[in-house]
Nanobody
């Protein structure tokens, strides 16, 4: 079983940056591809970035060029660097341990508790 703990959220002004971390209690390197999701009030949870075990990445269109997902398998940690943040990026951000299949990321049963990101002046 894998336990995930996110950190790094907070309040930032438009155009600012935040770096989120997701620390896993178990080993990520062998078994799991990873994804960062977000959920804004009144909206469905959406996948914003994902990374394979080998480090290949994919991004939702609205965050391409602004967000970067990375992983450090030795530290069992996944990161999301968010630059040029916009008010519409405001949401609770969750990390997930899942799997890629046929080029698409599928969420697994392991979720973190979420970290709030608020972009406001």
């Amino acid at each position: 079983q894998v336990q995930l703990v996110e950190s790094g959220g907070g309040l930032v002004q438009p155009g600012g940056s935040l770096s989120l971390s997701c620390a896993a209690s178990g080993s990520l390197s062998t078994f799991y591809d990873m994804g960062w999701y977000r959920q804004a009030p009144g909206s469905q949870r959406e996948l914003v970035a994902s990374i394979t075990r080998r480090g290949s990445t994919n991004y939702e269109d609205s965050v391409k060029g602004r967000f970067t997902i990375t992983r450090d398998n030795a530290k069992n940690t996944v990161y999301l660097q968010m630059n040029n943040l916009k008010p519409e990026d405001t949401a609770v951000y969750y990390c997930n341990a899942g799997q890629y299949s046929s080029g698409s990321y599928y969420s697994g049963p392991y979720w973190g508790q979420g970290t709030q990101v608020t972009v406001s002046s």
